[in-house]
DNA sequence: AGACTCACG
DNA sequence: ACGTACGTGAGTCTC
């Protein structure tokens, strides 16, 4: 049972202050009247740094001033104070809107759960309470209520939401204790304290500062867009002398393979019958002149409502920006997710796709750079197998798909032709994945038998590689879970799945995260270098994007070249090694018109 | 809510 | 005989 006393006057609150000001370390937990930290009002935070007491300021308490308020700025700003919560990055966020920053020493017990268990379904704070200590604590919904009578938060009475507040404080002071001894038990303290943890306030900041949009040039090619679409489906409508939605894979499926009554031999089917994806569509090219047409309007549907009409309505109309989410809890592998708009998968490539990128703008007087890591997925796999062949190649700063097709075919390098390198690229991408010859073959456009001779012959050339994978495999069956080289773990029961088809997805899982997950570790590492030091480099300079491999500033004109150098540097300096970490840099007026930087 | 499709690394 | 290449998020349709 836990005490929440309600914070409601100012001596009261002052009183807590002192308290506060004495701890070696406090949880707080800030209850808002909105999911979006841009929107979001503080109606109440609690506190909590005893087991079983907790505190509750009631922000709607007409009884505290403002100014009494900002007396609790001191004590989250205290370099000295430890502070423990439950999604730290959305407290720091609302915090910075407030004027204040979150300092000292972090333990976000979000996070923890995640590495401790990536790939969980949630990591809400009242489901960990009742699955480590054994607790069930006040639901939202229970004050809430659910469907149509539902209320919102603030709308509760605050004796109510005291109780709820404070109660996920004392469960998350509780949870601090049991999962830094798993952390450390794990041995997962590092990755957490050195990786995780400083990476909070950087996302928030990339988080709240956003990505300027030209949502103008996104509206006009979306007019543009609607035009094409209805030329095209019109087209499509006279062909299939019928008119229907296009936009419905079932309507389509039935009059293509149905009315039309085009072959369906070699086809893929889905769970409710022949698959319309374009991945089959295109083995239908030549077939009947509607394939081209329903392809091509697939595209432009996709482009238009995913992308031209959706990322202006996310335009935040104060800062004319758009501010997406990067989560930092969502992926098995470590890497990061975008959502709200997910801004890792902005199409490249196309003419469509690079006015897409076109309305990435930097703002007047600054530009845009992006820097890219160089075959990091390869560069990794070379310094965990220590294959001396692959890494040979990489300090020799070699064309490395070139090289690696010379060395299969034993051919000289110069001799290698566009087809060969083509198929030596898609099998370097796709040892990361625990490729075998029928996808190789389906890739690389070659038959299965030359897959099969050619993954062989791989393994011959990277003997190292093939020792690392199968290790990879026999350490998931060992142990039940494979890590990266930062000790960033993935759990994979399904690798002991008396179905072979279950066991052996669960092998390409164990072959793939440790490679995935390690360039991902090595990413967030290098964030955390340039957030540190580019305020130094240049005080008006942004981080703004991160997809994966690469990550994107904006820099006032006069400090370009000074901030690349930088952000080169450092991407190359975030973890040493057995190959050089190479990075690209590019800059332009938008993200769609980049030239290369030479540094 | 689940299936399908498709955008990215 | 065969959906066998990993990791994501979102729009749309359908039930």
Redesign the pocket.
């Known amino acids: 049972m836990v005490a929440t006393a309600i914070v409601d006057s100012q001596e009261k609150l002052n009183i807590l202050i002192k308290k506060l000001a004495k701890q070696r370390a406090f949880v707080f937990n800030i209850e808002t009247d909105d999911q979006s930290f841009f929107a979001a009002k503080i109606f109440g935070i609690s506190f909590c740094f005893e087991e079983g007491k907790a505190y509750y300021v009631d922000f709607k308490s007409p009884f505290i001033s403002p100014f009494a308020k900002g007396g609790l700025r001191g004590i989250f700003e205290d370099q000295k104070i430890k502070k423990y919560g439950h999604n730290l990055k959305y407290n720091f966020e609302i915090l910075h809107k407030n004027g204040i920053n979150l300092a000292g020493a972090m333990f976000d017990t979000m996070i923890a759960a995640y590495l401790l268990n990536?790939?969980a379904r949630t990591y809400d704070i009242g489901d960990l309470a009742a699955a480590e200590l054994g607790e069930k604590i006040i639901q939202k919904e229970d004050l809430t209520g659910e469907g149509r009578k539902k209320i919102t938060l603030p709308e509760v009475a605050p004796e109510k939401v005291a109780a709820y507040s404070g109660e996920r404080a004392e469960a998350t002071l509780r949870l601090v204790k049991i999962f830094e001894d798993k952390l450390k038990e794990n041995g997962l303290l590092k990755l957490f304290s050195e990786i995780e943890i400083p990476l909070i306030p950087v996302l928030a900041k990339m988080e709240i500062d956003g990505v300027k949009i030209d949502a103008a040039l996104l509206e006009k090619n979306s007019k543009r867009a609607e035009k094409e679409l209805k030329k095209i489906s019109e087209k499509i409508f006279k062909l299939a002398k019928i008119k229907f939605?296009l936009?419905?894979?079932?309507?389509?499926?039935q009059v293509l393979f149905e009315k039309l009554k085009i072959k369906t031999v070699g086809l893929?089917?889905?769970?409710?019958?022949i698959?319309?994806?374009?991945?089959?569509?295109l083995k239908l090219k030549g077939a009947h002149p509607i394939i081209d047409l329903i392809?091509n309007y697939?595209?432009l549907?996709?482009?238009?409502?995913?992308y031209l009409?959706?990322l202006p309505k996310l335009v935040n109309p104060v800062t004319g920006r758009i501010h997406?989410n990067f989560?930092q809890t969502?992926?098995?592998?470590g890497?990061l997710?975008?959502?709200?708009?997910?801004l890792?998968?902005?199409?490249?490539?196309?003419d469509l796709?690079e006015v897409i990128r076109k309305a990435f703008v930097a703002p007047r007087g600054f530009k845009i750079i992006a820097a890219d890591y160089s075959h990091i997925d390869l560069r990794v796999v070379a310094s965990l197998s220590d294959d001396q062949n692959m890494i040979r190649a990489f300090r020799a700063g070699a064309d490395i798909h070139r090289e690696t097709a010379s060395q299969i075919w034993n051919i000289p390098p110069e001799k290698v032709t566009p087809e060969l390198r083509k198929a030596a690229k898609?099998i370097n991408?796709?040892v990361?994945?625990?490729?075998?010859a029928?996808?190789?073959a389906?890739?690389a456009g070659i038959t299965i038998d030359e897959a099969r001779l050619f993954i062989t012959k791989y393994f011959t050339v990277y003997e190292g590689v093939r020792n690392f994978l199968e290790e990879t495999k026999q350490k998931a069956r060992d142990f039940g879970y494979v890590e990266t080289f930062f000790g960033r773990r993935r759990y994979l029961p399904e690798i002991y799945s008396p179905v072979?088809?279950i066991a052996?997805?669960a092998e390409?899982?164990a072959?793939?995260?440790p490679v995935?997950g390690t360039a991902a570790d090595i990413m967030k590492l290098a964030m955390i270098k340039i957030a540190d030091g580019l305020p130094k480099i240049s005080p008006t300079a942004r981080m703004i994007l991160q997809?994966?491999?690469?990550l994107v500033f904006e820099a006032a004109n006069a400090d370009i070249e000074k901030v690349a150098r930088f952000v080169k540097k450092m991407m190359g300096e975030a973890a040493k090694l057995e190959v050089p970490l190479v990075a690209e840099v590019e800059t332009g007026e938008n993200w769609g018109e980049m030239k290369r930087l030479e540094t």
């Open positions: 990536p790939g939605n936009d419905s894979p079932i309507q389509l499926r893929g089917r889905g769970k409710t019958g698959s319309t994806a374009a991945e089959e569509l392809l697939r595209e549907s996709k482009l238009r409502s995913t009409l959706a997406a989560n969502v992926t098995t592998t890497r997710s975008s959502s709200n708009p997910n890792q998968n902005i199409p490249v490539g196309g796709a898609t991408f796709g990361t994945y625990g490729m075998g029928r996808a190789l389906l890739a072979p088809q052996a997805e390409r899982m072959i793939n995260m995935q997809v994966h491999d690469e």
